[in-house]
């Protein structure tokens, strides 16, 4: 059973603001949305001053993500419970999952659904059904 081990519900708070303000700003401002699979999809093929502030934004994800550990005394270790293949397949699905849905869940339910996006709101409504579809399947049908 899973179990929560650190609920900070101030800091999700303030960390899910600055997430929304950081969306809104980039929109209002550079007048673009801030979906990262989007972002990542386009990395490759864009050149210019175009592929720059997609990499530019990018490495400063990493670099406030990354600062915030060192100012914590945070270590960063990945280990799974499941062999690498399989995660590796599993990050594919997601991509392709993504790429179908025009974003990835947090894309539409941030970017998407503070611009008021109709298909945003089926898609966030789609997503969150299909847990719950799976959580219950999950927990009762096996």
């Known amino acids: 059973m899973m179990q929560i081990v650190d609920f ?3 800091r999700g708070l303030i960390g899910g603001s600055l997430i929304g303000l950081a969306a809104v700003f980039w929109w209002l401002t550079a007048g673009r949305i801030a979906g990262i699979s989007g972002l990542l999809g386009q990395i490759l093929e864009t050149r210019g001053r175009e ?25 960063w270790s990945v280990r799974f419970p499941v062999p690498w293949p399989l995660v590796a397949v599993s990050g594919v699905l ?3 999952g993504a790429q179908m849905a025009s974003g990835c869940t947090s894309g539409h339910g941030v970017c998407g ?3 008021g996006s109709r298909r945003s ?4 409504a789609v ?3 299909s847990g719950m579809l799976t959580v219950f399947v999950v927990r009762h049908g096996f």
């Open 51 to 75: 592929g720059l502030w997609r990499w530019c934004f990018l490495a400063g994800l990493v670099m406030g993500a990354g600062g915030w550990m060192l100012t914590q005394g945070i270590s």
């Open 8 to 10: 900070t519900p101030v």
């Open 94 to 96: 997601v991509g392709v």
């Open 127 to 129: 997503f969150l059904a």
């Open 113 to 115: 659904l503070a611009r």
């Open 121 to 124: 709101t089926l898609v966030v």
